[in-house]
């Protein structure tokens, strides 16, 4: 009987203990999205704090610790969104892991920006509003704290909804709303407007269809062939020489304006020896890399990965040394305007505030950035090594074209759009390696709409999420920047 009792008791404790057990589960599940958040306030905080140190004998200090604080923030929202599309194509296609990226993305986003970042920054957005019409400084300092509140908020919107949006559009979407705010219509530059408008459309246009004209090009003289090892040994060498002399152009061009001014001639040049050099160099070792690899494409992906890697590295060390800077623009414009009680058109970036971008945009991609790492990355289209390295490589072309034709591109769009352009390329050789084989192609007209969806290789939701979401990125950043100017406006002007 004594047995019997003591039996009762030890499983009814079990049983308590098993409660017990699952509430802890379950409080862990819950407040496992709370941790990233508590994080990035930390950080929030820590910036401010910061700023106090450094303006703590000013008595205007409270207006800059505001302006870290939103700076902050918006650091973490462009890690979270923007920085997601270099490392996006790279995990998508398995070349790396979502650590390995995340780790990779921070150190190189943060020594592009530290290292190679701008010293000086447009604080009027690329001559987004007349710098005439915002020469009061205590307009100017709220138009821009305006401007940087709301790019945050917008941005950090669209990484809820899984939309990958360029922030430097979002950053000129809220100069340009708080500059009609302050002064009306007539404050902005709509020829500049204007171009800004149809880069929406040149800068995923162009990243797709180079990313598509490269995958077209792998199709035909390396996977469609006999010989396929034979083929990416003549091949991918060239292939990463490109890689090389695109992004050493693209990074003398666009990532090294601290160190030394280049112009566009000087930074092809550049280009063209290094990737002298690379093809030099990456020929014996892809010889030696496909000794004994079976005739097949799994052999292939093994060629391609680690230049894919060493490409999204490249990228993010660019988007940090060129991107980051727009990003603390409006921070950079506050600190200036009120520690010098002046407006001017450019400013230099202080250390600090570099900084805060830098860590912030780390910070931001670690505790947020996976949920766009793995849209772009895998739930558009499916990638693979080969198709990563298309679209990795047309972002740093279509960068450098932009540039020699004088158009103002997004990074994001183009990245996104180059996913797009290799899966629309796909479908099209599908469709056309079906006709040319005379397969029989199904009859589309009598299946249901989802199974329609379901067989075409670009997710149809995505396109028009995305899609929609450039199109109203400017003009809703821009309403809400000015929306926040004017309560601004009623409380301090």
């Known amino acids: 009987m004594v047995d019997d009792k003591r039996s009762r008791q030890w499983k009814t404790l079990d049983k308590d203990l098993g409660r017990i057990g699952q509430l802890e589960r379950a409080a862990l599940y819950v407040s496992r999205p709370m941790v990233g958040t508590g994080i990035a306030l930390a950080f929030i905080v820590i910036a401010a704090l910061g700023a106090a140190v450094f303006f703590g004998q000013q008595t205007t200090n409270y207006i800059i610790v505001a302006a870290a604080a939103f700076g902050a923030y918006m650091a973490l929202n462009i890690g979270a969104n923007d920085v997601a599309n270099n490392m996006a194509p790279a995990v998508g296609a398995n070349a790396l892991t979502m650590g390995g990226a995340i780790v990779i993305a921070a150190l190189f986003e943060s020594a592009g920006a530290l290292l190679a970042g701008g010293d000086v920054v447009s604080t009027i957005s690329k001559g987004i509003i007349n710098q005439e019409a915002v020469a009061d400084s205590r307009v100017f300092i709220w138009a821009m704290m305006a401007a940087l509140i709301s790019s945050a908020l917008w941005i950090n919107l669209a990484t809820w909804v899984g939309a990958p949006v360029s922030t430097t559009h979002s950053v000129v979407g809220g ?212 198709r990563a390295y298309c679209v990795a490589l047309s972002a740093a072309i279509t960068v450098i074209v932009a540039s020699w034709l004088g158009l103002p591109v997004s990074s994001t769009h183009i990245a996104v759009g180059g996913v797009f352009g290799v899966g629309f390329y796909r479908e099209w050789h599908t469709m056309q390696r079906r006709r040319a084989n005379n397969l029989k192609l199904p009859d589309m007209r009598r299946l249901p709409a989802e199974e329609l969806r379901r067989r075409k290789l670009v997710r149809r939701s995505h396109f028009m999420t995305i899609a929609a979401a450039w199109v109203i990125t400017v003009p809703a950043a821009a309403l809400l920047s000015g929306g926040i100017f004017r309560l601004l406006s009623l409380i301090v002007l």
């Open 175 to 386: 100069v340009m709303g708080a500059g009609i705010a302050a002064a009306g219509l007539s404050a902005v530059n709509w020829p500049s407007m204007s171009a800004i408008a149809a880069s929406w459309v040149i800068s995923p246009v162009l990243g797709g269809a180079i990313a598509a004209a490269f995958l077209a090009f792998i199709k035909k003289h390396i996977i469609y062939v006999d010989d396929k090892i034979a083929a990416a040994r003549r091949w991918v060498p060239v292939l990463i020489a490109i890689m090389a002399g695109t992004f050493a152009a693209y990074l003398a061009l666009k990532g090294l304006s601290r160190v030394v001014k280049i112009d566009i001639g000087t930074a092809l040049l550049v280009g063209v020896g290094s990737g002298a050099v690379a093809y030099v160099i990456s020929a014996p070792l892809i010889r030696l890399q496909s000794e004994g690899m079976e005739n097949r494409n799994k052999s292939l992906k093994a060629l391609f990965g680690l230049p894919l890697v060493i490409s999204a590295a490249l990228l993010s060390f660019a988007h940090g040394a060129n991107d980051v800077a727009n990003a603390v623009g409006p921070l950079a414009a506050i600190v200036h305007a009120e520690s010098l009680g002046e407006v001017a058109g450019k400013v230099a970036i202080p250390h600090w505030v570099m900084i805060i971008g830098a860590f912030g945009i780390s910070f931001g991609l670690m505790l947020f950035g996976p949920k766009l790492i793995r849209m772009v990355g895998s739930q558009i289209t499916k990638l693979n090594p080969m």
